[in-house]
Nanobody, 122 residues
Framework: QVQLVESGGGLVQAGGSLRLSCTASGRAFSTYTMGWFRQAPGKEREFVATRWNIGSAYYADSVKGRFTISRDNAKNTVYLQMNSLKPEDTAVYYC????????????????WGQGTQVTVSS
């Protein structure tokens, strides 16, 4: 069983930056693929970024070049550095964990955090 706790959300002006953190409880963190998803009001949940323990990270086209996913296995933590934020990035951001390789499909993920709100003002 894995429990995920996100932090780092908040209110920021357009063009600003935020770094989200997600810390996992339990063992074998390094064996999990970690992903970030988001859900804006009235919209479906969408993929943001994913990173397995090895290999490349993958990003949604809408965030490519602005967001970076990284992980510190010694701290059981995955990060989402968000730069050049836009009002359309406003959403609740969730981290998620799964066994195996990268996936942009939220249905493939087994564990989810409670979410953290990111609001970008224009």
């Amino acid at each position: 069983q894995v429990q995920l706790v996100e932090s780092g959300g908040g209110l920021v002006q357009a063009g600003g930056s935020l770094r989200l953190s997600c810390t996992a409880s339990g063992r074998a963190f390094s064996t999990y693929t970690m992903g970030w998803f988001r859900q804006a009001p009235g919209k479906e949940r969408e993929f943001v970024a994913t990173r397995w323990n090895i290999g490349s990270a993958y990003y949604a086209d809408s965030v490519k070049g602005r967001f970076t996913i990284s992980r510190d296995n010694a701290k059981n933590t995955v990060y989402l550095q968000m730069n050049s934020l836009k009002p359309e990035d406003t959403a609740v951001y969730y981290c998620a964990a799964k066994r195996g390789g990268n996936s942009a499909n939220g249905n493939d993920y087994d564990y989810w955090g409670q979410g953290t709100q990111v609001t970008v003002s224009s």
